[in-house]
C-alpha cells in the first residue's frame, strides 16, 4: 500500500512536470528563424519528425514500480529516423537547433518556469537532434532534480499535516481520559446518590410502614372513643332533658312573677308619665323666666350702650369746655359707678342665668334618662313573659 501511494504521488508529479514542460515549450518555440524554418520543411518530414519527438519523449519517461523514481532512457534509433534526422540536418545548419539565450528565458520565466523552459528546449532539442550521452545525462539529472524537490516538497506537506493531526489526536486522547475521568466520577456519584436513595426509600417505607401501623391503632382509638362519646352523649341528653323539664317549671314560676313585676312597672310608668308632666311644664315656665330675664340683660346692654354713648359725649363736651371739667369728671365718675354697677349685675344675671339653664338640662336629662329607663326595664320583661303566658293559657 505504501508502494502504491508513493507510485501514484510520482506519476501525478511528473504529470504535471509534463505538462508544465508542454507549456514551456509551446511558449517559447516560436523564434523568428525557427518558424520560417518549420514552414519551409514538407509536410512529410514535420509529420515523421513530429511522430518520433512524441515517441522518443514518451518513450523516455518511465516510474519504477518498485521507487517510483523517474527513469529516463533513449530508444535505439529507427531507420526512418535516422533518415529523417539526416535530412532535416543537410537541410538546416547547426546554427537552426540552437537553445535560445539564458538571458532571453530569464526575462520570460523566474525561477522554476526558466528551468523547466531549459528542460523543454532540451527535450525538443534531444528530440530533433540526434541525443546524445551528455543530453541524456543531463536531462535524467534535471528531472531527477524537479521530481526530488516536487517529492520533499510534499514529503513536508505530508509531514506537517501528519504532524497536525497527531497533535490534534494527542489532544482528543487527553479529551477523552479526561471525559471518561469525568464519567466515572459521574457513575461513582450517581453511584453514591442512587445507594442513599435506596437507603432513603428503605427508611421511608419504614417509616411508612410505622405509620400505617400507628394509624391502624389510632383509628381503632378513635373507634372506641367514639363509641364511649356516643354512650357519653345518650347520658348526657337524658341528664339534659331532665333539667329543661326542671328548667321549664321554674320558668314558668318566673313568667309568673314577671307578669306582676310587668303590671307593677306599668304603674311606675303612669306615675312617671304624670311626674313628667310637671317636670315639663315646669321646664316651660323656667324657659319663658330664662327668656324674661334674657329680655332684661338685654335692656340692660342696650342702657349700657347708650351710658357708654353719653360718656363719649361728656367726654367730648369736657374737652370743649374746660370750665366744666370738674363737673364733667364728677359727673363721669358718677356714670363709670353706675355702669360698674350696671355691669356687675349683668354678670350676676347672666351667671344666675348659666345656672339656671344648667339646673334646668340636669332636670331635663334626669327626666329624660327616668322616661328611657322604663321601656329598656320592661322590654326583656314583654319578650319573657308573652311566650309564657301563650303557652300558659294553652294556646301554643
Not at 522554476?112 to 546524445?132: G, K, L, W
Not at 310637671?278 to 334674657?294: D, G, P, V, W
Not at 351667671?351 to 336629662?365: A, D, G, I
Amino acid at each position: 500500500m505504501k508502494k502504491r501511494k508513493e507510485r501514484v504521488s510520482s506519476e501525478s508529479t511528473l504529470s504535471s512536470v509534463v505538462g508544465i514542460t508542454a507549456e514551456g515549450s509551446a511558449a517559447l518555440t516560436p523564434a523568428t528563424s525557427e518558424s520560417k524554418a518549420q514552414k519551409d520543411r514538407p509536410l512529410v518530414e514535420r509529420d515523421a519528425l513530429s511522430g518520433t519527438k512524441g515517441r522518443d519523449f514518451d518513450s523516455a519517461c518511465g516510474l519504477t514500480e518498485e521507487t517510483g523514481a523517474l527513469v529516463v532512457w533513449q530508444a535505439s534509433p529507427i531507420l526512418e529516423e535516422m533518415v529523417a534526422h539526416n535530412q532535416l540536418d543537410s537541410k538546416q545548419g547547426p546554427e537552426s537547433f540552437r537553445l535560445p539565450a539564458t538571458s532571453d528565458i530569464e526575462n520570460q520565466r523566474q525561477g522554476p518556469t526558466a528551468q523547466m523552459t531549459n528542460i523543454s528546449f532540451m527535450v525538443e532539442s534531444s528530440s530533433s537532434a540526434r541525443p546524445t550521452v551528455q543530453d541524456d545525462e543531463n536531462l535524467r539529472g534535471d528531472f531527477l532534480t524537479l521530481i526530488n524537490e516536487n517529492n520533499a516538497r510534499i514529503m513536508g506537506r505530508y509531514d506537517a499535516h501528519i504532524s497536525k493531526l497527531k497533535a490534534e489526536n494527542t489532544k482528543s486522547i487527553e479529551e477523552l481520559e479526561n471525559e471518561r475521568e469525568r464519567t466515572r466520577v459521574l457513575e461513582e456519584r450517581l453511584q453514591q446518590e442512587l445507594e442513599n436513595e435506596r437507603t432513603a426509600a428503605a427508611e421511608r417505607t419504614r417509616l411508612l410502614e410505622k405509620l400505617q401501623r400507628e394509624l391502624e391503632h389510632e383509628r381503632e382509638a378513635a373507634i372506641e372513643r367514639t363509641r364511649i362519646l356516643e354512650e357519653r352523649l345518650q347520658r348526657e341528653l337524658g341528664n339534659e332533658r331532665a333539667a329543661a323539664a326542671e328548667r321549664t317549671g321554674l320558668l314558668e314560676k318566673k313568667l309568673q312573677r314577671v307578669e306582676h313585676e310587668r303590671e307593677a312597672a306599668m304603674e311606675r310608668t303612669r306615675v312617671l308619665d304624670k311626674r313628667l308632666q310637671r317636670e315639663s311644664e315646669i321646664a316651660q315656665t323656667t324657659a319663658s323666666r330664662n327668656e324674661a330675664l334674657e329680655k332684661k340683660i338685654f335692656k340692660l346692654q342696650e342702657e349700657l350702650e347708650h351710658g357708654r354713648a353719653d360718656n363719649q359725649a361728656l367726654m367730648s363736651d369736657i374737652l370743649e369746655k374746660s370750665e366744666e371739667l370738674a363737673t364733667l369728671k364728677y359727673y363721669s365718675n358718677m356714670l363709670e359707678s353706675e355702669k360698674t354697677h350696671l355691669e356687675n349685675q349683668v354678670d350676676h344675671l347672666d351667671k344666675e342665668l348659666k345656672y339656671t339653664r344648667k339646673e334646668h338640662r340636669r332636670y331635663v336629662s334626669k327626666v329624660l334618662d327616668a322616661a328611657k329607663a322604663i321601656p329598656n326595664d320592661l322590654e326583656p320583661i314583654n319578650s319573657a313573659a308573652l311566650p309564657g303566658s301563650r303557652c300558659t293559657s294553652g294556646i301554643c
